[in-house]
């Protein structure tokens, strides 16, 4: 549907109830004689709508909510609609207006607060927007709405406590659960303090993030970089391995820090039976490739040939491939290297630039991973990309 239909849509039975409402009003105050004028301006309106004429139109029934101060849902309808044009500034101003009367219903004077706070939200003015939502929030009743946007507010912001108690208290009155979401808050307020190098602070964050969402991937992966960063290998290879439990998929994030903390360990052949069990649970890549490696450096290149081509013929993939051709160059005939040489250029090349990461719920791809996705801004949603060309 067109933005023009939408407008037309919205504006349509608006138009009608104004209409209906003014004239009715109109004529038991003056007997008819007003009404005939608001009948006039009104069917006014509406032709200016069918005929696609949505100024002429918004110009009319701006006249008629000037005339009756009382035309309430006239002035809401407008604004809303000047805002979704970008014509912010009409928009509050109209919405202002509706404010400053005296004769206003509770209830429409909370829906005037959140117009006009979703215009500030619009232009960019957060402070303005935070303060009303806050203020809605107070008024007996519930309020998820004013509740989301404020929760938008202080993710921008980055204000992880107060984005906390305000997904609590939606959580309250809508009866859903958001703890993913505030584990998130946690970890990133676990990524705060790791900066100012507060660790109790970071692993009581960690902590919180665990108890509140227990599948809290991320929550492990810090701990298990803190424990690394420390030279505590074990602890750190234990909270690796906490992350196949919770999501399996997240694997490829933890296969390069358990290399490095076994051989940090001196034992860098005991991940292998991990490993192992790994690539026969996971539907990913990485855990066969590191055990290729591994295999290359403790059997030698025909013992890591073997291995992986047994695996290309389970799962076809371009990195694997890549691998393949890796091991046969470190010990083909040099007759053979310029064909290989070539290949590898081709399966680099098909790699090359590819998304490593992509939201199941939006489709956003990328080769970073983000615990928000940028498309759709939800959280824990951005997983590795598989098929042939990913895991």
Known sequence: MTDLNSIFLLLLP???ASGWYAAHRSA???GGSVSSQFNTEYFKGLNYLLNEQQDKAIEVFLRMAEVDKDTVETHF???NLFRKRGEVDRAIRIHQSLIARENLSDGQRAQALLALAEDYMRAGLLDRAEDLFKEIIQRPGKHER?????IDIYEQEKDWISAIEATRELSNQTGESFDSVMAQYFCELAEQTRERGDYSAVIRYLERALSTDPGCVRANLVFGRIYEE???YEKAIQAYKKVEDQDIEYIPEIIDNLLSCYARLGKP???MPYLSDLVEKSTGLSPMLAQADLIQRRDGDEAAELYVTEQLRRRPSVRGLDKLIDVHLSYCAES????LMILRDLTQKLLENKPIYNCVTC???GRSLHWQCPGCKNWHTMKPVHGVEGE
């Open 77 to 79: 309808a407008l604004g």
């Open 363 to 365: 489709g956003f791809k």
């Open 269 to 271: 052949y005991e991940v």
């Open 336 to 339: 053979a290297r310029d064909n």
């Open 146 to 150: 004013a509740l989301g946007y404020l």
């Open 28 to 30: 038991k105050r003056s």
């Open 14 to 16: 608006v138009a009608a």
């Open 230 to 232: 420390d030279g505590e």
